[in-house]
């Protein structure tokens, strides 16, 4: 019977392309696991993999079973370490994926007092998926995904839980402070900093600057929200980012918002969901205390 020794064994083959390295990782011989594939091809009369030089190339039944692993292996993991906690005494652990640059400050708001309430949940963040932030929910490896950009999904709901608006940051003492908002011709001359995100998935390009056919002089991009508003308040260019942010720090730079457009660009952070997960009490809890903490975040300088 095809089991997870099986998925394993191909999804370590194909993440590192020879049997002597998946053996190695998975910490078996290399006999024995040529031995176990071998029995699983002889059950099921195909080939997983071919010989390619050195290396191991998989047959289409092969990449079929990688394929199930990579769906299947994460939701056995998961299952593992809730059981594990349990064991432990801990209610469970809860998974949050951030596909946000922004969205880290106003986590961290949240973080503190969610951690106080629920000291039995061990609590996880991870960013390593990039933009694949929906993949790693419905594959269970993470319980909770922070997104501006909710995308629809079979399976998946989002709530959302903080509305801002996207603003340009720009000096104090700028032009263009003095207009009532940014028209798009105001950045032709400017270099915009930007989170480090391409630009089709930058409402400050797909919203404001495309549709006008506006580019802006330069397009630089910078990891931190901090360096990008030294960079806006030291006269080196405007910023896209949310309101609250700049707010946060326009007196201590000397830096103020600006409305993008006469409408403005208005924004939520959502948690994405699986369905029926906002049942788990410690998730729920959470999605409370996201709530709570953000009717007052903006108030707060230090968030």
């Known amino acids: 019977m095809l089991d997870r020794q099986h998925l394993s064994i191909l999804r370590e083959v194909d993440r590192l392309g020879s049997l002597t390295a998946a053996a190695e990782r998975l910490n078996v011989s290399q006999s024995a696991l040529s031995h176990t594939i071998r029995k699983l091809e002889e059950r099921y009369g195909v080939a997983v993999w071919e010989k390619d030089g050195r290396n191991l190339r998989l047959t289409e039944a092969g990449r079929y079973i990688v394929r199930l692993a ?7 993991e998961r299952a593992e370490d809730i059981l594990s906690d349990y064991r432990h005494g801990q209610r469970g652990s809860l998974k949050i994926g951030m596909e946000c640059h922004p969205c880290h400050q106003w986590l961290m708001g949240v973080t503190k007092p969610y951690l106080v309430e ?4 061990d609590l ?9 932030g929906v993949a790693a929910l419905t594959g269970y490896e993470i319980d909770i995904l922070i997104t501006p950009d909710p995308i629809e ?4 709901h989002y709530l959302p839980v903080f509305d801002y608006e996207l603003v340009l940051a720009i000096p104090a003492d700028y032009p263009l402070a003095l ?4 028209e798009p011709a105001d950045l032709l001359h400017d270099t915009l900093f930007t989170y480090p995100v391409p630009p089709e998935r930058l409402d400050v390009f797909t ?8 580019r802006p002089r330069h397009h630089r991009t910078v990891e931190t929200t901090e360096m990008m ?9 405007v910023s896209a980012i949310p309101d609250w942010l700049v707010r946060r720090d326009a007196a201590v730079l000397g830096v103020r918002p600006v409305r993008i457009g006469r409408n403005g660009i208005q924004k939520s952070i959502h948690l994405g969901l699986r369905s029926g997960d906002e049942a788990v009490d410690f998730i729920s809890g959470f999605l409370a205390t996201s709530r709570r903490t953000s009717a007052s975040y903006v108030i707060s300088p230090s968030g």
């Open 124 to 132: 996880e963040l991870t960013t390593s998926f990039a933009f694949g």
């Open 118 to 121: 629920w000291p039995d949940v």
């Open 153 to 156: 999904t079979p399976g998946v």
């Open 207 to 214: 919203q404001f600057l495309v549709p006008a056919n506006c």
């Open 229 to 237: 508003l030294q960079l806006v308040a030291a006269g080196r260019g």
């Open 70 to 76: 990579q769906r299947v292996l994460p939701q056995i």
């Open 179 to 182: 207009k009532p908002h940014a």
